[in-house]
């Protein structure tokens, strides 16, 4: 998988297995939230995971579009995934999405 066009804000497929314990498993719609930069030069980038099944529930869930269907972003399972993890581009969030998951994490991780 060619993965040099990851961009902060874009959300792809992402192999999150093998886990641990309550860490969200299988391979899911993710956003990426490293910056442009960060995502040329390393070889990890930064991820929410998002998920159909739950619900809304501010500052831990986040409600954001992915393919038109309502998903919400996964606030307090932030992690660091390898690039060879990511399967497929889905789309971008919208600046709004972006700027209200940052303003959760914030939240949650009292920055």
Do not use: Y
Not at 22 to 46: A, H, Q
Not at 59 to 82: E, H, L, N, S
């Amino acid at each position: 998988m060619n993965t040099t066009g990851i961009r902060r804000g874009d959300i792809w497929w992402v192999n999150l297995d093998p886990t641990q314990g309550s860490e969200i498993k299988k391979t899911r719609p993710c956003l990426v939230l490293t910056s442009d930069t960060l995502n040329r030069l390393r070889k990890t980038v930064v991820v929410i995971p998002l998920s159909t099944a739950a619900k809304s529930h501010p500052p831990i869930t986040i409600p954001i579009a992915c393919k038109d269907r309502p998903t919400v972003a996964i606030m307090d399972q932030v992690r660091a995934v390898g690039k060879h993890r990511l399967r497929t581009r889905i789309e971008s969030a919208s600046a709004e999405a972006m700027n209200s998951v940052g303003k959760a994490l914030s939240t949650i991780l009292e920055l």
